[in-house]
């Protein structure tokens, strides 16, 4: 079965800071990897997504994800967090064929002054 | 307009009661979702369909029924409510994996 990890709960970055949030999955075949925002009382946002080729894939909003397949992680990074990047971000994996997406648990992000 | 929207936005209800969330899309996907997003949990799916005439059970289904009534639209129902059903639950539909979310339905069960 497939699964993803968010090991942080909450993360609290200062404005202009560099961000990375964790990801780890396990899928026994190659996956399709995925990161969402959810921003405050709205619906859940693409940022970026990878499928294959080029491990390191970028995203809307300055985003981009690196994926390492001998650590199955996704991590999602950004080199300098805006205000408005809090949020709730949230890791997904599905697969060719199995058209059913898993989430992590989401990580919360604070941004402070 | 938005691509994907749900109806009603909030509500409140009562143990035992039964009740229906909406959801309709105009992107033309033949596939649609219905999750339930918990604090500390995450998404869980509940239900799934790739077309009209094909209804699946996700994670989570118990309590739940759905119904696919075009490609557009897919209703969720809580038949008989209970307070641990309190949630917010979101509506999506897929192209190639991508989901595409409505603004969800906040739903409180007394």
């Known amino acids: 079965a497939q699964s993803v990890t968010q090991p942080d709960i909450h993360i609290t970055v200062s404005e202009g800071a560099s961000l990375e949030l964790r990801c780890n999955y396990s899928?026994?075949?190659?996956?399709?990897l995925f990161w969402y925002v959810q921003s405050p009382g709205q619906g859940l946002q693409l940022l970026l997504k990878y499928f294959s080729g080029d491990t390191l894939v970028q995203g809307i909003k300055g985003f981009e994800a690196e994926f390492k397949r001998s650590q199955s992680s996704f991590n999602l990074r950004k080199p300098s967090v805006h205000w408005s990047d809090a949020a709730e971000y949230f890791c997904?994996?599905?697969?060719?064929?199995?058209?059913?997406?898993?989430f992590g648990t989401g990580t919360r992000l604070t941004i402070i002054p | 307009d938005a691509d994907v929207t749900q109806t009603p936005r909030n509500r409140i209800t009562k143990t035992g009661k039964r009740i229906m969330l909406e959801c309709s899309q105009t992107?033309?996907?033949?596939?649609m979702y219905w999750y339930r997003q918990d604090p500390g949990l995450g998404l869980r799916l509940i239900y799934y369909?790739?077309?009209?005439?094909?209804?699946n059970k996700g994670e989570i289904s118990d309590g739940y029924s759905v119904s696919r009534q075009a490609q557009a639209k897919f209703s969720l129902s809580l038949e008989s409510a209970i307070p641990n059903q309190t949630a917010l639950y979101f509506c999506a539909t897929s192209d190639l994996l991508i989901l595409y979310f409505g603004p969800g339905t906040r739903l409180l069960v007394l």
């Open positions: 369909s790739f077309d009209v005439k094909d209804i």
């Open positions: 997904a994996v599905g697969a060719r064929g199995n058209e059913k997406l898993t």
């Open positions: 899928y026994g075949a190659t996956p399709y």
């Open positions: 992107k033309g996907h033949d596939r």
